[in-house]
């Protein structure tokens, strides 16, 4: 089984850059593709981005794309997110989350593994 651990949310102005990261522990995740979802108050889990195992494929949600860019680093065991040109509706509890094989990446369910969150919060 793989744990990950979210880090670097926070708050920050709207115009702003934040790059969350997740750090997996336990089996090899450079097997494992990596999803992040973002959860507003009172809100569903929506898909944010993802990445293949390599890395050599990646998927967004419109509402990111050209701001946020997903990327990993096996050799720390840690997937990253990017985030530039944060707007006020980026305002989220953001989720790492994981699963072997490639799937479709935008549904949540597919996901077996997932982490604790980190908030990120976006002020006008």
């Known amino acids: 089984q793989v744990q990950l651990v979210e880090s670097g949310g926070g708050l920050v102005q709207a115009g702003g850059s934040l790059r969350l990261a997740c750090a997996a522990s336990?089996?090899?995740?450079?097997?494992?593709?990596a999803g992040w979802f973002r959860q507003a108050p009172g809100m569903e889990r929506v898909f944010v981005a993802a990445?293949?195992?390599?890395?050599?494929?990646?998927g967004y949600a419109d509402s990111v794309k050209g701001r946020f860019t997903v990327s990993r680093d096996n050799a720390k065991n840690t997937v990253y997110l990017q985030m530039n040109s944060l707007k006020p509706e980026d305002t989220a509890l953001y989720y790492c989350?994981?699963?072997?094989?490639?799937?479709?990446?935008?549904?949540?369910?597919?996901?077996?593994?997932w982490g604790q969150g980190t908030q990120v919060t976006v002020s006008s």
């Open positions: 989350a994981a699963r072997s094989g490639w799937f479709d990446y935008t549904d949540p369910l597919q996901y077996t593994m």
């Open positions: 336990g089996r090899t995740f450079s097997r494992y593709s």
């Open positions: 990445t293949s195992w390599s890395g050599g494929d990646t």
